[in-house]
């Protein structure tokens, strides 16, 4: 006989069956070592892939790689000039930074009113309803960088709004309520800003973790807030996104640096320019998330194994307790072989069932987090999934772990000869 | 159909050497019915494990059924146990977990019968020994006497040459051991060759020759007259 046709012959199975069978209470022990294992693995890697998705779903409104930079007071006196002052970015500073940072991919520079302590908020006006909001001047490759869920048909500023000064703009969906009717529709209407009338183009949804900003904002072209504010060459801030393979760590120093230069701040003044990097936090998150996943991977796989030794421990002990039978066997006329796949198929087997429990349990379990989570819209945690094939491969490496560990068990058993095995009692 | 010359063999113990067979010279027909006696350390278990395969001689020669048994690797040693000898054990032997029927059915798994086969095979046997009733029953659920006898319908199962019962009457009282015997003289009737072994006169009396070992070398081998036992089955 050879092995091939032992693993598929039914008569190997009953044999197989039959004394994994007449120990139920050790069979049920051995294989809860390694369905814990598996366990484990599904329920943590799932969790790590279901935080993972959460971080991924609560940035997914900004660019990944982009960052925040703005002027501050500078600490350090510079080429004549005294500690204190405060640098003002300009328009012109975008195609410095474009020319010499390539991989910058979209820069929009703002200015806003009402954000930052000191200046005042626009007075908007419709009808008799008079309220201040938070206004910016955008281009529209902001977009780009911090995506703007607009309702209802509107739109965004685009390059014509910018070229012509268009008086257009964005309100928020408070902005929406406060002023207007429920059954109105504000498209098209004329608000007052300043005492200036501005078409409405569109309605943004506030979106959660916008740092700043608010459902009451209020965005129009970058070139008309210039002329209605008078602001000339000045930016508030820079928003920036880099390309996806750039490091975004490196790219903020670039930009800073080459800021550094035009605005005559101190190379060394690390508090004349200040900035948020949306990138680096987020590499810092899903790093986390990483190792969360490979965390997962080395506890399961640990426990996974230290369950296999356990089958091959016992199945030691049951070799040693079947002595006997097993040299009666031989008696009979069971080639050494024979034996050998038989102590095998019981640990490959063994093994098996609890991959397979041990998965549809850790699968259970996932759901029952999922439908747990599923109403808290604060806590990142979506969707947690393991993928079938590191499901197979935690399988294929159990089946190779449960054969290597039931070699021991099967040289054992016909280590012994016949005649020893047959004399035991 | 057994032939052995000049056997020898000794059990290394330590740094000593204990020499059990000191040169056997055996032969015996087909159809024969050999006690083998001998008090304990005479070397007859070490003999009869030679013949079955389950121990190597250091030296002679051993020629079963024509066929010359030499360089034994434990494969060849399971094959030619499995075509050639039936085994029957002092303490039966058999398989706890496995009922009456299945125990009778193993020796034919390993000759790679298949599974209908091997019913038929062993139910036909196990009525042979008076036991077809008892066929679902497991080990612990028989006497000794039955045991025994699902023990001799497993050896003869896979139609061996030769059976080899080591001590089969040793754990039973007389009167079962009087239908263990009978049933081994049945069986040697329709001429299967077998070789019994035993230290009780009695038993050795009712083969047709006894070979008496002493020391590890055969002192006496004589024909005597068979006492037929008979039949309580």
Known sequence: ?425 | MISIKDLHKSYKMGDNSLHVLKGIDLDIDEGELVAIMGSSGSGKSTLLNILGMLDLADEGKYILDNVLIEGLNETTAANYRNQFLGFVFQSFNLINYKNALENVALPLYYQGFGRKIRQTKALEYLEKVGLKDWATHLPSELSGGQKQRVAIARAMASQPKVLLADEPTGALDSKTSNEVMSLIQQINHEGKTILVVTHELDIAHMCKRIVTLKDGVIVEDQKVDQVIVESHV
């Open chain 1, 1 to 425: 006989m050879n092995s091939l046709k032992i693993i598929f012959d039914f008569d190997t199975w009953q044999e197989i069956f039959g004394s994994i069978a007449k120990n139920k209470t050790r069979t049920v022990i051995t294989v809860i070592g390694v369905l814990w294992g598996i366990f484990i693995y599904i329920t943590l890697s799932g969790a790590a892939k279901g935080l993972d998705n959460g971080f991924d779903q609560a940035f997914e409104d900004m660019a990944m790689n982009s960052m925040f930079i703005w002027p501050q007071r500078t600490s350090v006196p510079y080429k004549g000039f005294k500690v204190g002052r405060y640098p003002r970015f300009k328009i012109s500073n975008v195609n410095e930074l474009k020319k010499q940072i390539p991989e910058i991919q979209y820069i929009a520079p703002r200015n806003a009113r009402g954000v930052f302590g000191g200046s005042e908020p626009a007075s908007v006006v419709y009808k008799e309803i008079s309220r201040s909001y938070n206004i910016y001047g955008d281009f529209s490759d902001y977009t780009k960088i911090s995506t703007k869920k607009i309702y209802k048909g509107g739109r965004f500023i685009n390059e014509e709004d910018q070229r012509n000064n268009r008086k257009v703009c964005v309100i928020g969906e408070r902005t929406n309520e406060e002023l207007f009717d429920e059954d109105e529709d504000p498209l098209g209407k004329y608000v007052r800003i300043n005492n200036v009338f501005f078409q409405v183009i569109g309605v943004h949804k506030y979106l959660e973790g916008g740092g700043f900003e608010t459902d009451g904002d209020i965005f129009i072209p970058f070139n008309t807030f210039r002329n209605i504010y008078n602001t000339g060459e000045d930016v508030d801030w820079f928003t920036i996104a880099a390309f996806d393979d750039a490091d975004v760590v490196a790219v903020e120093k670039n930009v800073k640096d080459v800021l550094k230069k035009i605005h005559s701040i101190a190379p060394e003044d690390d508090r004349a320019l200040g900035s948020f990097n949306i990138g680096e936090l987020f590499n810092r998150i899903s790093g986390f998330a990483k190792g969360m996943t490979f965390l997962s991977l080395i506890v399961g796989l640990a426990t996974i194994l230290a369950g296999v030794i356990g089958i091959g421990n016992i199945l030691l002990i049951s070799v040693k307790e079947r002595t006997k039978e097993l040299g009666v066997r031989r008696a009979l006329g069971a080639t050494p072989g024979e034996i050998r796949v038989q102590i095998l198929l019981e640990s490959v087997f063994l093994t098996i069932i609890a991959g397979v429990v041990g998965i549809i349990l850790g699968a259970g379990v996932l759901a029952i987090i999922n439908l747990a989570t599923q109403k808290l819209s604060d806590f990142p945690y979506t969707n947690p999934t393991v993928p079938i094939p590191l499901i197979i491969g935690a399988l294929s490496t159990m089946v190779v772990l449960g054969t290597l560990i039931g070699l021991i068990p099967a040289q054992r058993a016909v280590s012994i000869k016949p005649i020893d095995a047959l004399r035991e009692e």
